[in-house]
């Protein structure tokens, strides 16, 4: 069979370092597997245009059928009759996980690298490295990402002296901040922390590469390049090789990521198991395919993740077609909201579900994104929040969380210190089950507040998102606009999920005619008015003129005649558009170094008729 592979201009020059002759094989050896991949993206459309049609809820499996990709019944899978993973000594213990990427945008070596510095100096028991939500993807970003990698893991000599810069700046701020510094020998402290990469999801093609004339997966080309280029290295150190996999829906799609890791691991010459996986539980249809996803990547799979903003997003997505099913304001919806606490319960009795050997998962909790910057009384009242959040997920049983920057693995981390289990696999819990009054639960909702302030949150959020992504910052410092300038409301670390559930719940409350709850004198509403297609069109001139005036410390002065006009026609065209468009990044992607508006306004007219007429995602780069 006669692979083409195609690399954008210039990329394998330079990037030689990155993409090695090893990896070139490889890549070369997995891309058939992209066909299948391709396969299941079209499986997925359809699912989702067929339920939006038929007015269809997700369904559990039929307990006799075989798990999609492998030879093992539904029923064996939920009863824990495969053979798990094995999980190794640096993974035993992840109170806490930092997450972000391992460069910054259109920066040099030096300057990127810092990012991993932080990283791997911060006390983290591990940190997952970005190639998705929080990785830039403009210019050659995602390379970079790879590069700074590879670099800090050999301990090249300019990753070490920056590491040495950056451990005198972090003990600077402690010093400040705790009144005593938080690394003692900054050399032993690049050993402590485990080193995991998220790969892009299936849904996304890479940048750089093509396969016979049209994308390829990114999450092909992340594993290889991560995988191949520094195996070695975290072998010899008595390392794990450990992958975050995101945006999977199905048992399926956990088979085909299984197949990319076999296929990655025999190419390697790697004993199956070798390479270890997370899954991230975002999307709404794994919570009915828990166990089945479990199986379906055994030997490879440790533990389940729960994030917030992605799993909204996908129930409100899944729902779209329920006119009854209505959103609040994102702030009212928590982690112990109606449908998020189903969610939760199922996640943890699914990892305390044991295999045929006894062998239980792990759960790292969700997202920490506060960031300990702001006023002396705002600061104290965020991060006792964060540590009661921690508090609550010790509590229900996560073996540890997240964190989005560097500063707050000192604040969260003793919640988990002071519990001292290296994790909680094997907690007893009741067993999962899958019945009808289960399906319920998992889109259950319960009375809170929908307001004007709360579209404003929403609305000024997502057009500085879809601003920020397209100038290369795919992870960014955030709050509404009304906030601006009050440092009691501190700036959260957003990165693409909360431009996703932003535009689906705008687009929910305008296509379902959402009733508010309470009155707005200032916008003439009054409890149980609808929220109008008038009115966001309102909200969205208000907030962007708040955009437009912001100083450069909110809304870099540059964007303001570039990428903010074209976020806000994105933000405008996917909230009126009948058909709601599957994906926010697909848009964003597309307009990845357009600064004409009227090119920007062309794609997202071009994007939406396709999917309109065929159903399709347009997913390549149009600059290849």
């Not at 990469?197 to 290889?224: C, K, N, P």
Request: net charge negative.
């Amino acid at each position: 069979m006669s692979i083409d592979l195609e690399f954008r201009s210039g990329v394998l020059e330079d990037y030689a370092d990155v993409y090695t002759p090893e990896v070139l094989r490889t890549l070369e050896a997995l891309a058939p597997l992209d066909a299948q991949r391709r396969e299941l993206m079209a499986q997925r459309a359809a699912r989702r245009k067929r339920r939006a049609e038929n007015g269809e809820r997700i369904g559990f499996l039929d307990p006799g059928s075989l798990v999609p990709g492998t030879s093992i019944t539904v029923a064996d899978a939920r009863a824990g009759r495969f053979d798990g993973a094995v999980i190794p000594p640096d993974l035993q213990r992840q109170w806490i996980q930092g997450t972000g990427p391992a460069t910054k945008p259109r920066s040099d070596v030096r300057a990127g690298i810092r990012n991993v510095a932080y990283a791997l100096l911060s006390g983290a028991d591990g940190w997952m490295f970005d190639g998705e939500d929080a990785l830039g993807q403009v210019d050659t970003m995602s390379l970079d990402n790879h590069r700074n990698l590879k670099l800090a893991l050999v301990r090249s000599p300019l990753f070490l002296e920056v590491a040495e810069e950056v451990s005198r700046e972090m003990n600077q701020w402690a010093q400040g901040f705790f009144g005593r510094p938080i690394i003692a020998d900054w050399r032993q402290q690049l050993d402590f922390t485990t080193v995991i990469y998220r790969v892009r999801g299936l849904h996304l093609d890479d940048r750089h590469i093509r396969l016979d004339g049209h994308g390829f997966s990114a999450s092909l080309a992340d594993m290889a390049l991560y995988v191949v280029n520094n195996h070695d290295r975290l072998r010899a150190a008595g390392r794990s090789i450990v992958l975050y996999l995101p945006k999977t829906q199905t048992a399926g799609d956990a088979a085909c990521f299984n197949a990319f890791i076999l296929a990655l691991e025999s190419h390697l010459g790697l004993p199956v198991g070798t390479i270890k996986c997370y899954v991230l539980v975002e999307q709404i249809e794994q919570c009915f395919q828990l166990m089945e996803i479990r199986a379906a990547l055994s030997p490879h799979f440790v533990g389940f993740n729960t994030g917030r903003w992605d799993y909204i997003n996908s129930v409100s997505d899944a729902m779209a077609w329920d006119r009854a099913f209505v959103n609040p304001n994102i702030s009212s919806i928590t982690m112990t909201y109606a449908y998020m606490r189903a969610y939760e319960d199922r996640v943890r009795r699914a990892m305390n579900t044991p295999d045929r050997n006894g062998r239980f998962a792990l759960w790292q909790g969700g997202m920490e994104p506060n960031i300990p910057v702001g006023s002396e009384a705002g600061v104290s009242a965020s991060m006792k929040k964060a540590v009661a959040g921690a508090e609550r997920e010790q509590r229900e049983g996560a073996s540890g969380k997240w964190v989005a920057h560097w500063k707050m693995v000192h604040i969260v981390r003793p919640v988990w210190e002071k519990a001292g289990q290296d994790n909680q696999a094997g907690r007893a819990f009741p067993p999962l089950t899958h019945t009808a009054g289960d399906a319920a639960s998992l889109v259950q909702l319960e009375p809170a507040p929908r307001t004007i302030a709360g579209a404003r949150d929403l609305l000024s959020v997502a057009l500085q998102y879809g601003n920020a992504f397209l100038r290369g910052f795919q992870a960014a410092a955030l709050k509404p606009a009304d906030f601006f300038g009050n440092d009691d409301v501190l700036y959260l670390m957003e990165d693409m999920a909360t431009g996703e559930i932003r535009l689906s719940i705008l687009w929910e409350w305008i296509h379902k005619g959402a009733l508010l709850t309470e009155a707005d004198a200032g916008m003439g509403c009054a409890a149980g008015d609808a929220f109008t297609p008038a009115l966001f069109a309102r909200l969205l001139e208000e907030e962007y003129a708040k955009l437009q005036k912001a100083s450069n410390r909110d809304v870099h002065d540059d964007s303001k005649e570039t990428t903010l006009p074209i976020a806000r026609a994105i933000v405008q065209t996917y909230v009126q558009s009948g058909i709601k468009a599957p994906w926010y990044v697909d848009l964003l992607n597309l307009n990845l170094g357009v600064e004409s508006l009227a090119e920007a306004e062309r794609r997202i007219a071009r994007y939406l008729d396709t999917f309109r007429k065929e159903g399709l995602r347009m997913t390549e780069n149009l600059d290849f």
